[in-house]
């Protein structure tokens, strides 16, 4: 029903900036919401933020808060994770995924149901 396709990793040193670009089609609603989250070797898949479609309204993880943006655009479909001041700690796999929103945020994994395919982004020191 929703198809979503992540682009933009790679390998980038400690400090530097990557942005990456999540492309959804299918039947997506202004109601929803878009998420990011990353998943190292061994981890658990993690929450980074999250961005309303209507209106833009943000939220971030507390150890991405300030490095971070997390932006849309309506018209193309798409949602982009800037990220600056990386550090070796940010390597994962970044997925986007999409959830109908019911009330406020949601931060876990399990909560979300269309993901894509994830980029690796990989951090060296």
């Known amino acids: 029903q929703v198809q979503l396709v992540e682009s933009g990793g790679g390998l980038v040193q400690a400090g530097g900036s990557l942005r990456l670009s999540c492309a959804a089609s299918?039947?997506?609603?202004?109601?929803?919401?878009m998420g990011w989250f990353r998943q190292a070797p061994g981890q658990e898949r993690e929450f980074v933020a999250a961005?309303?479609?209507?209106?833009?309204?943000?939220h971030y993880a507390d150890s991405v808060k300030g490095r971070f943006t997390i932006s849309r655009d309506n018209a193309k479909n798409t949602v982009y994770l800037q990220m600056n001041s990386l550090k070796p700690e940010d390597t994962a796999v970044y997925y986007c995924?999409?959830?109908?929103?019911?009330?406020?945020?949601?931060?876990?994994?399990?909560?979300?149901?269309?993901w894509g395919q994830g980029t690796q982004v990989t951090v060296s020191a």
């Open positions: 995924a999409t959830r109908t929103q019911t009330s406020g945020w949601r931060t876990s994994w399990y909560e979300y149901r269309y």
């Open positions: 961005i309303s479609w209507n209106v833009g309204s943000t």
């Open positions: 299918g039947r997506t609603f202004n109601s929803d919401h």
